[in-house]
């Protein structure tokens, strides 16, 4: 089965911009791929989705406009373009394959997280 690693994260000051990747091994068979993060003391919530084979895309209010995020099929790739970093986009950025639906339990494999800091 699929197995996914995260990347990229780093520190950058508000403003910024950063590029997180996932690198899947093993075929990915889901309907969708998508972009979870989790900020300190709070739950992990949804970030933004993409359609494996279409790619239709769907991101959360809170990130439309300033974030992206693409995918390579070829390479088994995904990918979110982080612009305009604020504050509160502080948090431990995962990937996850599931069926593109926004709750937690519609992912079945997911990678282990790459932390993403926003200087304030």
């Known amino acids: 089965q699929v197995q996914l690693v995260e990347s990229g994260g780093r520190l950058v000051q508000t403003g910024g911009s950063l590029r997180l990747s996932c690198a899947a091994s093993?075929?990915?068979?889901?309907?969708?791929m998508a972009w979870f993060r989790q900020a300190p003391g709070k739950e992990r919530e949804f970030v933004a989705s993409?359609?494996?084979?279409?790619?239709?895309?769907y991101y959360v209010d809170a990130v439309k406009g300033r974030f992206t995020i693409s995918r390579d099929s070829d390479k088994n790739m995904m990918y979110l373009q982080m612009d305009n970093l604020k504050p509160e986009d502080t948090a431990v950025y995962y990937c996850?394959?599931?069926?593109?639906?926004?709750?937690?339990?519609?992912?079945?494999?997911w990678g282990r997280g790459t932390q993403v800091t926003v200087s304030s």
């Open positions: 093993g075929r990915i068979t889901t309907y969708a």
């Open positions: 993409i359609g494996w084979v279409i790619g239709g895309t």
């Open positions: 996850a394959a599931g069926d593109g639906r926004l709750p937690v339990r519609a992912y079945d494999v």
